[in-house]
């Protein structure tokens, strides 16, 4: 699962995250949505944009 964040002044945080189940498309899409918003609590970030490219996830 990959998850990026990126700052207001364009600094970028890439994290790549290998999931240890068998698991569908949807289900890693979801994985790595709760592991950026995980990264962005430990970084202190409170103010967040979600984006990406699985609408199921995303519209959720």
Same mark, same amino acid.
């Given at each position: ?18 999931? $240890?189940?068998?698991?569908? !498309? ?5 994985? %790595?949505? @709760? ?6 609590? $430990?970084?202190?970030?409170? !103010? ?5 490219? %699985?609408? @199921?996830?995303?519209?959720?």
């Amino acid at each position: 699962a990959g998850v990026v964040l990126i700052s207001p002044s364009s600094e970028i945080f890439p994290s790549a995250y290998k999931l $240890q189940f068998d698991n569908t !498309n949807n289900t890693a899409e979801y994985e %790595a949505l @709760l592991l950026g918003l995980e990264l962005a609590r $430990q970084k202190g970030i409170r !103010n967040i944009k979600v984006q990406g490219d %699985a609408e @199921l996830i995303v519209n959720q």
